[in-house]
């Protein structure tokens, strides 16, 4: 069996898939990747399939070996990646061999980062995924954050060259699309008016559950409790604080306070990113303009998967990646 030894890692690395489907009636949070984009063209870049599962990381990675020789990608965004004290990339994928040490630095302008490897994270599956729910101890390696000393075991890699991005995965810089509701006539227009109209900040007070947002206080005229009911990624709850909160993958599958709105799909990894102490802007779109949207980021990931190109590459064509 193949083993990956973490000797240093940052405070909060679990292990992801695509998430747990299909239990939210049951009590049971999706979890999976905050950035799934990320996520899939991690994957995607040492020959993994969709599912496999792989390490998410947060501000800082780590340094890691191997047992047997395997590929290995990092994504997320810009980051500092050393082979062995020999400078490499992200969006780009090499070889990690026995008696190799990989170090991953911090993030710059980004929060989540990916670590993939060939033939994936081989940890049990809990109620049909291997992500880590931290809330509840599901999953993953554990159900914890990992940290320094573990071992984690992979599974057997298919044969692939080392590929890279033929251009950068870039993030749009329009404002948070949001959808009204499900509570939103819990609001006057004034206060809807607020959100659309004035900046929020990223609060440091963030995690894999949520994320709250400082900025002008949201008041609900109806009140700020209801009875619960169901929550999806990207619920924009609003407590009795006025303080926004957004719904991530680790979010609650009921709750008792309102939501004035919904993040759209196509733009929680991206609010997901936001460094805190960043502000961001609302905008609302309808329903079937964002499913537009997530069409169309779905087709354009397609695209860029379908194109990867082996190494080696020419080091003056990398692009900037854009956060």
């Not at 939103?184 to 894999?208: I, Q």
């Not at 609900?220 to 209801?226: L, R, S, T, W």
């Not at 379908?306 to 080696?312: D, G, H, Q, R, T």
């Given at each position: 069996?193949?083993?990956?030894?973490?000797?240093?890692?940052?405070?909060?690395?679990?292990?992801?898939?695509?998430?747990?489907?299909?239990?939210?009636?049951?009590?049971?949070?999706?979890?999976?990747?905050?950035?799934?984009?990320?996520?899939?063209?991690?994957?995607?870049?040492?020959?993994?399939?969709?599912?496999?599962?792989?390490?998410?990381?947060?501000?800082?990675?780590?340094?890691?070996?191997?047992?047997?020789?395997?590929?290995?990608?990092?994504?997320?965004?810009?980051?500092?990646?050393?082979?062995?004290?020999?400078?490499?990339?992200?969006?780009?994928?090499?070889?990690?061999?026995?008696?190799?040490?990989?170090?991953?630095?911090?993030?710059?302008?980004?929060?989540?980062?990916?670590?993939?490897?060939?033939?994936?994270?081989?940890?049990?599956?809990?109620?049909?995924?291997?992500?880590?729910?931290l809330g509840t101890g599901l999953g993953g390696h554990?159900?914890?954050?990992?940290?320094?000393?573990?071992?984690?075991?992979?599974?057997?890699?298919?044969?692939?060259?080392?590929?890279?991005?033929?251009?950068?995965?870039?993030?749009?810089?329009?404002?948070?699309?949001?959808?009204?509701?499900?509570?939103?006539?819990?609001?006057?227009?004034?206060?809807?008016?607020?959100?659309?109209?004035?900046?929020?900040?990223?609060?440091?007070?963030?995690?894999?559950?949520?994320?709250?947002?400082?900025?002008?206080?949201?008041?609900?005229?109806?009140?700020?409790?209801?009875?619960?009911?169901?929550?999806?990624?990207?619920?924009?709850?609003?407590?009795?604080?006025?303080?926004?909160?957004?719904?991530?993958?680790?979010?609650?599958?009921?709750?008792?306070?309102?939501?004035?709105?919904?993040?759209?799909?196509?733009?929680?990894?991206?609010?997901?990113?936001?460094?805190?102490?960043?502000?961001?802007?609302?905008?609302?779109?309808?329903?079937?303009?964002?499913?537009?949207?997530?069409?169309?980021?779905?087709?354009?990931?397609?695209?860029?998967?379908?194109?990867?190109?082996?190494?080696?590459?020419?080091?003056?064509?990398?692009?900037?990646?854009?956060?």
């Amino acid at each position: 069996m193949i083993f990956l030894n973490i000797q240093q890692i940052g405070p909060m690395a679990t292990v992801q898939d695509l998430g747990r489907r299909g239990l939210q009636h049951a009590g049971v949070s999706g979890s999976g990747p905050m950035d799934m984009p990320s996520f899939r063209i991690a994957n995607a870049l040492v020959g993994n399939e969709p599912m496999s599962a792989a390490l998410e990381f947060a501000g800082v990675g780590g340094s890691f070996t191997v047992t047997q020789p395997v590929r290995f990608a990092v994504t997320g965004g810009d980051v500092d990646i050393r082979l062995d004290g020999t400078k490499v990339y992200p969006w780009e994928s090499y070889d990690l061999l026995p008696g190799m040490t990989l170090a991953i630095g911090a993030l710059r302008d980004c929060v989540w980062g990916y670590l993939a490897l060939s033939g994936g994270v081989d940890v049990t599956p809990v109620l049909g995924s291997r992500s880590t729910h931290l809330g509840t101890g599901l999953g993953g390696h554990e159900g914890r954050r990992l940290q320094a000393g573990d071992h984690l075991p992979l599974g057997e890699a298919t044969a692939s060259a080392n590929l890279a991005l033929r251009q950068p995965w870039r993030r749009s810089a329009r404002p948070i699309q949001v959808i009204y509701g499900p509570q939103d006539d819990y609001f006057s227009a004034d206060v809807k008016e607020t959100l659309l109209g004035t900046p929020f900040t990223v609060s440091a007070r963030r995690d894999r559950m949520a994320q709250m947002l400082d900025g002008s206080p949201i008041r609900a005229v109806a009140g700020h409790d209801i009875v619960s009911d169901g929550t999806r990624p990207g619920s924009i709850q609003v407590p009795a604080s006025g303080r926004l909160l957004v719904l991530m993958a680790e979010r609650q599958t009921a709750g008792g306070y309102p939501k004035i709105a919904t993040v759209a799909s196509v733009d929680l990894p991206r609010l997901a990113q936001v460094v805190s102490g960043r502000a961001i802007r609302f905008a609302r779109v309808s329903q079937e303009r964002a499913e537009e949207l997530l069409i169309g980021e779905r087709q354009a990931l397609r695209g860029i998967l379908a194109n990867l190109v082996a190494k080696p590459r020419n080091d003056n064509q990398r692009g900037e990646i854009l956060h």
